[in-house]
T-cell receptor
Framework: DVKVTQSSRYLVKRTGEKVFLECVQD?????MFWYRQDPGLGLRLIYF???????EKGDIPEGYSVSREKKERFSLILESASTNQTSMYLC?????????????????FGPGTRLTVL | GQNIDQPTEMTATEGAIVQINCTYQ??????LFWYQQHAGEAPTFLSY????GLEEKGRFSSFLSRSKGYSYLLLKELQMKDSASYLC???????????FGTGTRLLVSP
């Protein structure tokens, strides 16, 4: 079974703090993703990565950065947390192994981190 | 642009059948996914369609019409544990990433 873990389930930080959210997957997946989920807005992609040291902006990258130094680990960084970054953050991973089923890049999600910025 | 529409909320009774619709307009199409998400938990993969037609998986089935930009998830013999949000997501052509709808919250009552 694919396992995606996130460093914290709940986190409370103060405005202006630097925040690190970490995600680890154990399936040797090439692709990793960071989303935030807000009521009425659904899942929105912040950043994603296709390979080690590689990153690409998603739909809402402002105020965030990421790091992928190892294949299994993808970190989301809030350089200076703000109250509008209070949200549920979800990490996901998927494979890029070629195949015919189309399911190769099904995304598997971690349990989420509920971040509150005061 | 990318646009995926689902109803916000639905209610149904235990033992009944419910159909959750999803319409999409995306720059390309290379598959549609349905995920289930219980409150406070991670989304979990339910089904995948890339060709037109119905895919059946136990109590859950998913249908796709690419010409209409339309999919539905059919849940039969509803159980209380089916109360959750159901997320429709489209994979645009050539991209690994998914575009998600805002989800449909299903409440199953006794």
């Amino acid at each position: 079974d694919v396992k995606v873990t996130q460093s914290s389930r709940y986190l409370v930080k103060r405005t202006g703090e630097k925040v690190f959210l970490e995600c680890v997957q154990d399936m040797d997946h090439e692709n990793m993703f960071w989303y935030r989920q807000d009521p009425g807005l659904g899942l929105r992609l912040i950043y994603f990565s296709y390979d080690v040291k590689m990153k690409e902006k998603g739909d809402i990258p402002e105020g965030y950065s990421v790091s992928r130094e190892k294949k299994e680990r993808f970190s989301l960084i809030l350089e200076s947390a703000s109250t509008n970054q209070t949200s549920m953050y979800l990490c996901a991973s998927s494979s890029t192994v070629p195949g015919s089923s189309g399911l190769e890049d099904t995304q598997y999600f971690g349990p989420g981190t509920r971040l509150t910025v005061l | 642009g990318q646009n995926i529409d689902q109803p916000t909320e639905m209610t149904a009774t235990e033992g009944a059948i419910v159909q959750i619709n999803c319409t999409y307009q995306t720059s390309g199409f290379n598959g549609l996914f349905w995920y289930q998400q219980h409150a406070g938990e991670a989304p979990t993969f339910l089904s995948y369609n890339v060709l037109d037609g119905l895919e059946e998986k136990g109590r859950f089935s998913s249908f796709l019409s690419r010409s209409k930009g339309y999919s539905y998830l059919l849940l039969k013999e509803l159980q209380m544990k089916d109360s959750a949000s159901y997320l429709c997501a489209v994979r645009p052509w050539g991209f690994q990433k998914l575009v998600f709808g805002t989800g449909t919250r299903l409440l199953v009552s006794p």
